[in-house]
Each structure stands twice: as structure tokens, then as C-alpha cells.
T-cell receptor, first 112, second 112 residues
Framework: EPEVTQTPSHQVTQMGQEVILRCVPI?????FYWYRQILGQKVEFLVSFYNNEISEKSEIFDDQFSVERPDGSNFTLKIRSTKLEDSAMYFCASSVDKYGYTFGSGTRLTVV | RKEVEQDPGPFNVPEGATVAFNCTYS??????FFWYRQDCRKEPKLLMSVYSSGNEDGRFTAQLNRASQYISLLIRDSKLSDSATYLCVVNMYRNRDDKIIFGKGTRLHILP
């Protein structure tokens, strides 16, 4: 069964450092998403991406966040200057038609 | 009213019983609806999409009530492996863009 692959599975970074979370969506999917889940809380939408541009973003997705699809297969989330409150599980998801999303297994980001 | 609301539970249900939970949504223009399950510290996995006419997949039945703005999930003959958090997901198309909202989830414990 096709999978969404995320790397790394766990990243520890110091406050103020930049991090890049990587995702390889399913190859024939066209819509890409990032979500995050702070421990014990609900899954929160960050951003959706289609046709090489952001189609929707949430209030959480401020200037510190950016996404890229640099080479047609990877989909990255960059956090420029991490804060303690950015510690969360970050999930990438992709969809072929916006009906149902396949999630990656997540990257656990710990900011210290 | 919250955009997507679920009873957090937990629902403690004996094995073999039937359990049902609902999810309400605030935006009447919402277009597509899903149930996901999430095991502890794992990614959400699509359980089923919810269609206007209602749909069934084995022991699982999902229904949509647009007039009252809720969706439901019914699990028959519950198994120990059904223990998980069930996430209601609503895709509220805004203009042409997605706004995907997760409920906080309903925790289900199936008791032997």
C-alpha cells in the first residue's frame, strides 16, 4: 500500500534554530498538507499546498513557517526560528482528490 | 459553537457491544466529512468517508445529518482492537480552498 514517508521520526533542536521537516507524499497525489499535534491535544491544520502554491493556511502558520516542494517528490516544512511551543508531532498528509488524506507517521519535534 | 465538536469520552464499552458517537459541525457549507482513528502517539488513519446517503463498511456505519449538522459513527460487535481515539474531520471548502478541521477526538476503550 502506498505510504507517505516522513523524516526524521524525531528531531531535537535548540530554541531559535531552524528546522526542516521532510515528507515524501504518495506519488500520484496532488494535494499536500501539514498538520501538527501538541501532546494530548487535537490535530491542527497548518497549511495546504496545491499546484506549487499554498492554497490555505491557518493562523498558526505565521512568517516563521514556510513550505516547499523543491523537486516534485519532497514536500518540506521549515520553521525558521523554533520556539518551545513549536514542540509537537508534525504530520504530513497527501490526497489525490481532497477526499480522504493519507498521513505520514509523523516527526516528533522537541525544542529545548 | 466550535467548528467541529466531539464528546471526548472515554467510552468504556464491553467487547461485542455496539457503540455510537456523534460529531457536530458549525459551518453548514461544509462539504466533506470523514472519520479517522488514531492510536496512541500514531498518525491518524482514514477509517471511512461519510456520504450523504450514509455508508457502511463491515461493522462500521457512518451517517450524515445535514439538517442538524452532525455526523455519526456506529461500531457493531466491538473488538478489543477497536480501542482508539476516533477523530471527526470536516472539510469546509472556503471559496476554492480547503479548510480541514479535526475534532478533538472521542476515546474508545473496549473492555474484555
Amino acid at each position: 500500500e502506498p505510504e507517505v514517508t516522513q523524516t526524521p521520526s524525531h528531531q531535537v533542536t535548540q530554541m531559535g534554530q531552524e528546522v526542516i521537516l521532510r515528507c515524501v507524499p504518495i506519488s500520484n497525489h496532488l494535494y499536500f498538507y501539514w498538520y501538527r499535534q501538541i501532546l494530548g491535544q487535537k490535530v491542527e491544520f497548518l497549511v495546504s499546498f496545491y499546484n506549487n502554491e499554498i492554497s490555505e493556511k491557518s493562523e498558526i502558520f505565521d512568517d516563521q513557517f514556510s513550505v516547499e516542494r523543491p523537486d516534485g517528490s519532497n514536500f518540506t516544512l521549515k520553521i525558521r526560528s523554533t520556539k518551545l511551543e513549536d514542540s509537537a508531532m508534525y504530520f504530513c498528509a497527501s490526497s489525490v482528490d481532497k477526499y480522504g488524506y493519507t498521513f505520514g507517521s509523523g516527526t516528533r519535534l522537541t525544542v529545548v | 459553537r466550535k467548528e467541529v465538536e466531539q464528546d471526548p469520552g472515554p467510552f468504556n464499552v464491553p467487547e461485542g457491544a455496539t457503540v455510537a458517537f456523534n460529531c457536530t459541525y458549525s459551518n453548514s457549507a461544509s462539504q466533506s466529512f470523514f472519520w479517522y482513528r488514531q492510536d496512541c502517539r500514531k498518525e491518524p488513519k482514514l477509517l471511512m468517508s461519510v456520504y450523504s446517503s450514509g455508508n457502511e463498511d463491515g461493522r462500521f456505519t457512518a451517517q450524515l445529518n445535514r439538517a442538524s449538522q452532525y455526523i455519526s459513527l456506529l461500531i457493531r460487535d466491538s473488538k478489543l482492537s477497536d480501542s482508539a481515539t476516533y477523530l471527526c474531520v470536516v472539510n469546509m471548502y472556503r471559496n476554492r480552498d480547503d479548510k480541514i478541521i479535526f475534532g478533538k477526538g472521542t476515546r474508545l476503550h473496549i473492555l474484555p
